[in-house]
């Protein structure tokens, strides 16, 4: 099956720096990637969705300068976390699909990168 | 705007027996679709099963199960003859129209008795 991979699985950094996360489709090309944050014991909220080449589309109430997204190719999109604050804690997962619809076409899930900034 | 409701925070299943977890959406489109999705303690999130609106046949895979009920707006999933490794947080999500993205649940954790 598709598999998708996220480096780093858990970083720890200072509060006001800046953290990237990194998340490859491996085996499959990825025209959509999803960032998802999950609170403890919550469900997945969405913050953006990127495609190949373009920019991407923040969800209401994330904030695009904080939350870098880059979808430079098919199988690689980063979020960097800017001046990381300790209220960003989170656990960060990407998904990625193969085409542009999210009813037809599969999510295949990251296993998560979790963040704690100090 | 889309809404998913899972109204159970938590259930318990004995090994080998049946358990349903539920699962209730809102929404104003005509076609969507409907997941539900594991994650294990592992975090990784697996697609469980999916059910096309339009279709009234209920999706199966294997020892899973979903009752889709359009009409109530229900949509439950079934697991038959639970193991142990079932045991993990099920979120149930949705999507369809010009929203091109998933609207998760809250999640129901799933305990497995041995």
């Known amino acids: 099956g598709a598999v998708v991979s996220q480096h780093p699985s858990r970083v720890i950094c200072k509060s006001g720096t800046s953290v990237k996360i990194e998340c490859r489709s491996l085996?499959?090309?990825?025209?959509?990637m999803f960032w998802y944050r999950q609170f403890p014991k919550q469900s997945l909220m969405l913050m953006a969705t990127?495609?190949?080449?373009?920019?991407?589309?923040?969800e209401q109430g994330v904030e695009k300068d904080k939350f870098l997204i880059n979808h430079a190719s098919l199988t690689l999109s980063t979020l960097t976390v800017t001046s990381a604050h300790p209220e960003d804690s989170s656990f960060y997962i990407c998904?990625?699909?193969?085409?542009?619809?999210?009813?037809?076409?599969?999510?295949?899930f990251g296993p998560g990168t979790r963040l704690t900034v100090l | 705007a889309q809404t998913v409701t899972q109204s159970q925070p938590e259930m318990s299943v004995q090994e080998a027996e049946t358990v349903t977890l539920s699962c209730t959406y809102d929404?104003?489109?005509?076609?969507?679709?409907l997941f539900w999705y594991k994650q294990p303690p592992s975090r990784q999130m697996i697609l469980v099963i999916r059910?096309?609106?339009?279709?009234?046949q209920n999706a199966t895979e294997n020892r899973f199960s979903v009752n889709f009920q359009k009409a109530a707006k229900s949509f439950s999933l079934k697991i038959s003859d639970s193991q142990l490794g079932d045991a993990a947080m099920y979120f149930c999500?949705?999507?369809?129209?010009?929203?091109?993205?998933?609207?998760f649940g809250t999640g129901t954790l799933l305990a497995v008795q041995p």
């Open positions: 998904s990625a699909q193969t085409g542009s619809s999210v009813s037809t076409d599969t999510q295949y």
């Open positions: 929404t104003s489109e005509s076609d969507y679709y």
């Open positions: 990127s495609n190949e080449g373009s920019k991407a589309t923040y």
């Open positions: 059910q096309e609106a339009y279709k009234q």
């Open positions: 999500a949705s999507t369809g129209g010009a929203t091109n993205k998933l609207i």
């Open positions: 085996d499959f090309q990825a025209t959509t």
